[in-house]
């Protein structure tokens, strides 16, 4: 899989956060044929770890340029992908991060893009979908409401753990599966994108904090 993933991608920064560099697919096509044609038998995923999302995108310029949200704090990466997110949140000043995505080949990419920007990320690869979480006191999560079953899988389970006292950041960018209650927006960005991967040049893109209901704090 890492020899699959340094020769499928260039370490480069994504348009909106040069702060941070990622070995990220150059053009989108060959490298979805590349993953089907290789990879067919072991039922893999798209390659979403070789692509800088909007809402990661968003969401790491909100904690980039806003280090007082993730200062100090235990922070997880949900649904990490390539781990822009995350690297951010260390880049800001994070007191720990753990990056967490159920894709084989995004956990050697987290692995891969951790060491290339000195983010010291603890991996965590299996479905965190109410199992026990890290000690953590802000959960982020970039464009994780494209599907209508992961929005129905995931977002009951953000909406306890908001419940529980963990904050929980979302960015999205008009996903058609955005649930349409418990978020706040707090910031926008227009996020330039690829129209191999998006039906227009740029995205409007959200981040908001998503309210919980009830619950008490976690331990
Ligand atoms: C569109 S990508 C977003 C990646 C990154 N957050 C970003 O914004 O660039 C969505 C990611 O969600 C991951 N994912 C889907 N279901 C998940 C689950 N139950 N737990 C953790 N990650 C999941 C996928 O493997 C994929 O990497």
Known sequence: MKDFILTQTLLTAPAFIPEIRLHLATEVTPLW?????TLREINIQPPYWAFAWPGGQA?????LDQPSVV???RVLDFAAGSGLVGIAA???GAAAVWANDIDPFCLEALALNAAANNA????????LIGQPLPPIDLLIA???FYDRRMTDHI???????????VEVLLADPGRAYLPKTGLTPLARFTVPTSLDLEDRAERETVVYRLEG???TPLA
């Not at 969401?59 to 904690?63: F, G, K, P, W």
């Not at 977002?155 to 006292?165: H, K, N, R, S, V």
């Open 33 to 37: 044929q590349a993953t089907e044609d």
């Open 59 to 63: 969401l790491a310029r909100y904690l």
């Open 90 to 92: 260390h880049i800001a």
């Open 142 to 144: 970039g464009d994780i």
């Open 120 to 127: 010291p990320l603890t991996i965590l690869g299996q479905d």
């Open 213 to 215: 209901e009830g619950g």
């Open 71 to 73: 200062q100090g704090r």
């Open 155 to 165: 977002f009951p389970w953000l909406q306890t753990i908001a419940g529980q006292g």
